[in-house]
């Protein structure tokens, strides 16, 4: 079981990362929310993970705090709900909103994410309501000391923030139709900026 990884943020590529760890590279998806507090490019990353198998591929997904992979742990345990729709819920929300949304049976906020229809979300409220009493998210994933890189660099495949940003909302789960109209209301709303922004902007006009 891979429980976290310490190394150099190699690229962001939305919503994956990749890390090397004493040249060692691993590819972590993570929640668009958690995506935003990285570090840049060329920093050293800390990061908790959860290792899923599966008979045709083996996926990790990265998380800021413990608590934040206590929810998605959570999440996959309800009926109906996957690895990929779990980062879904948690791209569209800060785990503290997904939290107060469940407490507060806001069932209207969570039908706005993709992949969650009516019945799904209630069903989320129904079992989440009993596990998430004693969340917290007071418990950050702690920097391991620092690793001397020497003279690696890092070099990042670089294609246009639009083009990144269409292909993250895509991978949470939007069809090509919704991503680039929220996108394009997105660059005209931000301007020149990078993906990350112009996805924190999409997702939350959506």
Known sequence: MIGQLNGLLISKQPPEILIDVQGVGYEVQM??????DLPDVG??????????????????????TFAERGLFRQLIKAQGVGPKLALTIMSGMTAQQFVAAVSHEDVTSLVKLPGVGRKTAERLVVEMRDRLQN????????????????????????????????????ALGYKPAQAEKAVAAAVKASGDVGSEELIRTALKNM
Not at 31 to 36: D, N
């Open 31 to 36: 929640p668009m929310t958690c995506l935003y």
């Open 43 to 64: 920093e050293t990353v800390t990061v908790v993970t959860h290792f899923v198998v599966r008979e045709d591929a083996q996926l990790l997904y990265g998380f800021n």
């Open 135 to 170: 969340w917290t998210s007071a418990t950050p994933a702690t920097d391991a000391a620092p690793i001397d890189f020497g003279d690696l660099a890092p070099t990042v495949e670089r294609s246009s923030p639009r083009a990144d940003a269409v292909g993250a909302l895509m």
